[in-house]
């Protein structure tokens, strides 16, 4: 049981390249989310699932994508990317979006745009 | 808008020297608190949730409590492995409907021990 894998663990963009950041979860579960860690900052919420096919915008989701054809992967994409999007971004997962589930966080990837 | 904000930025301690990490929180209605551990290069890992004022929970050196206002996790005899980011982070109650279970950190509380 693996929990939460992200791939690539390190990656360096330059400005106006596009990447897919990876995540994967092995728990089943069905609710899905993609967080951006700033130094000193709180984590923000980029994008979250609550099932396969289904997606939505969380606090700052201004140039990235997501989609979920399954219920195990959640790739993030950047589109064009700026130096603002110098951050390190971790997927989550839990069993439910409703009350009362912890999120299982995977081990992140850091990403610097120059 | 649900506010997180934790207190001290960072601690320094020394091995054996207990103390508390404080978490305020602004939030319409909380359904759950949560602690989490972060050691660097790595995510967040879960502690605790809490769901009411009054509850307490503890796992080995650390104890976390809850008032209406603010949590504290409170840190008896730390040892070094103990160093780590610890972030708190709110839920907020949805009166109906699903939530997707929506969270707002807080910046988090860097510890460190001293052996």
């Known amino acids: 049981n693996a929990g939460v894998t992200q791939t690539p663990k390190f990656r360096i963009l330059k400005i106006g390249q596009s990447m897919t950041l990876q995540c994967t979860q092995d728990?089943?579960?069905?609710?899905m989310y993609w967080y951006r860690q700033d130094p000193g900052m709180g984590l923000k919420l980029i994008y979250y699932?609550?099932?396969?096919?289904?997606?939505d915008k969380g606090e700052v989701p201004n140039g990235y994508n997501v989609s979920r054809s399954t219920t195990e992967d959640f790739p993030l994409r950047l589109e064009l990317a700026a130096p603002s999007q110098t951050s390190v971004y971790f997927c989550?997962?839990?069993?439910?979006?409703?009350?009362?589930?912890?999120?299982?966080f995977g081990p992140g990837t850091r990403l610097t745009v120059t | 808008e649900d506010q997180v904000t934790q207190s001290p930025e960072a601690l320094r301690l020394q091995e054996g020297e207990s103390s508390s990490l404080n978490c305020s929180y602004t939030?319409?209605?909380?359904?759950?608190l949560f602690w989490y551990r972060q050691d660097p290069g790595k995510g967040p890992e879960f502690l605790f949730t809490?769901?009411?004022a009054g509850e307490e929970k503890e796992k080995e050196r650390l104890k976390a409590t809850l008032t209406k206002k603010e949590s504290f996790l409170h840190i008896t005899a730390p040892k070094p492995e103990d160093s780590a980011t610890y972030l708190c982070?709110?839920?907020?109650?949805?009166?109906?409907?699903?939530?997707?279970?929506?969270?707002?950190f807080g910046q988090g509380t860097i510890l460190t021990v001293h052996p």
């Open positions: 989550a997962s839990s069993y439910s979006g409703g009350f009362y589930y912890e999120q299982y």
């Open positions: 728990m089943n579960h069905n609710y």
């Open positions: 699932s609550v099932g396969a096919g289904i997606t």
């Open positions: 939030v319409s209605g909380l359904r759950g």
């Open positions: 809490l769901y009411s």
């Open positions: 982070a709110v839920q907020e109650g949805n009166a109906g409907g699903t939530s997707y279970g929506k969270l707002t």
